[in-house]
């Protein structure tokens, strides 16, 4: 059985920063893609940050890119996602999840059909 168990998620400040985790289990996790997607009130969900099996090849949503960076160890089938600089508008839950395959997609943008395995979100708050 696969589990996604994430970790970290807080309140901070505008101009803060703030690491999330995600840690995988029950597959092969340097098959897969892993990436990141939020949901902010209101809105639907939407691609943040996705690396490939070896993390070499990398998306950042464009409003995050320079601010936010995507990581992972293969050793200890891991997931982190390093924000920093965050806004108001980051505000919202974080989701990290198992692509289907080793790469992200077209890297143009994420699907979520192009994810499985989901983790159970973080909350992400950002105050002015």
């Known amino acids: 059985q696969v589990q996604v168990v994430q970790s970290g998620g807080a309140s901070v400040p505008a101009g803060g920063s703030l690491q999330l985790s995600c840690v995988v289990s029950?597959?092969?996790?340097?098959?897969?893609?892993m990436g990141w997607f939020r949901q902010a009130p209101g809105k639907e969900r939407e691609g943040v940050a996705c690396l490939n099996w070896i993390g070499q090849n990398i998306y950042y949503a464009p409003s995050v890119k320079g601010r936010f960076t995507v990581s992972r160890d293969n050793a200890k089938n891991t997931v982190s996602l390093q924000l920093t600089n965050l806004k108001t508008d980051d505000t919202g839950i974080y989701y990290c999840?198992?692509?289907?395959?080793?790469?992200?997609?077209?890297?143009?943008?994420?699907?979520?059909?192009?994810?499985?395995?989901w983790g159970q979100g973080s909350q992400v708050t950002v105050s002015t």
């Open positions: 999840a198992v692509g289907l395959g080793p790469e992200c997609g077209d890297y143009m943008s994420l699907h979520e059909y192009n994810f499985g395995n």
């Open positions: 029950g597959l092969s996790f340097d098959d897969y893609a």
